[in-house]
């Protein structure tokens, strides 16, 4: 009862500023978004002739072109800095070592066994080892291993991690910046120790295996990947502790190296001006990933299907972006909106990160942004969105479903940290209030879990056709909502993204 009074209510209020209508005209275009135009593009999207879109591969190409041509369709604009619609992201593939061995205090280390070869060019180094606690510099807190240490020709040890991170991904996400430490004072290889909570062979799986990343623009171009960087298993702190307590001892490694080449992607930008004079110089960014795995062997041996279609994930999020496009280019809102596109989520969440260090509309005029994204659906009655509650835009998103009979709740499962977990996560570290509009779960269940990263994930005859066509009415309409606000929405008071916000807006 509550929520039919709160639809009528809602109805009222946002379409009476559309003037005089009756029942057979849509008050908005979204209205007319078609069953059989959302079932073409999953169909399309998630086909088996796209071979899961992965990153790189020639088919990922296929479905940035096919979304940039929707776009082109619908009338959006190509802005400057892009190609058009295109943004080229410039990746490279770092494949598995060929050879690589490493001896520390006498212990002969096989690769891949004991110890595995993140990065480095071909090499064989016999040089004193320099244990460093961390290996870590920090000039704003004055913390600095290498002080008053000359590690000049030798071969940097330290533990995984920085101080205060000892674990959790963090302390990988350290790793890249160590490497540049020990490379920028001279050090000819760095070795960290690991003892984590993850098991280590899932660990060396998954780091062995090829791995794209941004080529990084930097100075120095090579952000010291050229010297051999290992991670050693040390489950008992064995080696931290003979390091620790041996005068010195010196190391033997050699190894083919980790081969780099090029492999070029693309993010896919498409503009709607405002209609609104004074609104227009804002922007409401939307935002899918359009990459999913591509094929590779399934984990699960009774699987003989090798394509991950990624028919939800997150075909269903680019269904709803292209959908959002044609309607929102039909009548555009008050600010203008910023489609965006991304490639290489899942592998790193590459694309949107890349937008962010190289944006084509600045930063601070993304006033908001919603980004959907998805593992399943576990219950068609609601929409997730992940970060409801963060943001002053919370009703607009709740009205934007409530309109299509969709309930949007908020995250049910907050310990997954699934708002830090994709492509929003780029934007909202730089202040940009920005949740993820998610196809609807309660809990982790059965419509996520029998599909989530597997070859399952197509758009076939267990797909909710229905549910994607109301998802992405419902996205569409929730955009519009926001990007027609009177007052532009902000993060609510005390989140911790608050502060970056009044950095990159330059608001008291
Ligand atoms: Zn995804």
Sequence with gaps: MKIYLLNLILLFGFTSGLGAQDNSTPAYPEENLTLSEVTAHI??????????????????????????????????????????????????RRSPAFEAQLTLFSDTLKNEIDMVLLSGDAATVEAPVVYLGYGWQDSESGHDDYAGKDVTGKIVLAK??????RFGPSAFSASSTKREFAAKNGAVALIELYKGQFPWRGLVGFLSRDRLSIVEASDDSSGGQ?????????????????????????????????????????????????????????????????????????????????IFNGARDNGMGTVALISAAKALG??????????????????????????????????????????????????????????????TAGEAIMAGCARYGLEAIPDPVPDQNLFNRSDNVAFVRKGVPAPTFSPGFREWGPGITNYYHRPQDEADENFNYGYLLNFSKAYAHAARLIADMEVRPLWREGDEYEAAAKELYGME
């Design 43 to 92: 169909k399309f999207l998630a086909s088996d002739e796209l071979k899961g879109r992965g990153t790189g591969t020639p088919e990922n190409d296929v479905a940035a072109r096919y979304i940039a041509e929707q776009f082109r369709a619908n009338g959006l604009k190509s802005p400057e800095g892009a190609t058009d619609y295109f943004q080229s992201v410039a990746l490279e």
């Design 160 to 165: 995984l991690g920085m101080p205060g991170r």
């Design 226 to 306: 050229g010297i051999a960087h290992f991670l050693v298993n040390d489950p008992d702190s064995m080696y931290a502790a003979k390091a620790d307590s041996v005068e010195s001892s010196s190391a033997f490694l050699t190894t083919s190296g980790r081969p780099v080449e090029s492999v070029s992607s693309r993010n896919v930008v498409g503009l709607i001006q405002g209609s609104d004079p004074e609104y227009r110089d804002e922007y409401v960014l939307l935002m899918a990933h359009y990459d999913h795995l591509g094929v590779r062997p399934s984990r699960n041996q009774a699987d003989a299907d090798s």
């Design 330 to 391: 039909a009548h555009p809102p008050k600010r203008s909106v910023l489609f965006l596109a991304v490639t290489g989520e899942e592998v790193g969440l590459l694309g949107s990160r890349y937008y962010v260090d190289n944006p084509i509309i600045p930063l601070n005029q993304i006033i908001f942004g919603l980004n959907t994204d998805t593992g399943g659906v576990d219950d068609s009655s609601v929409v997730t969105v992940v970060g409801l509650e963060r943001t």
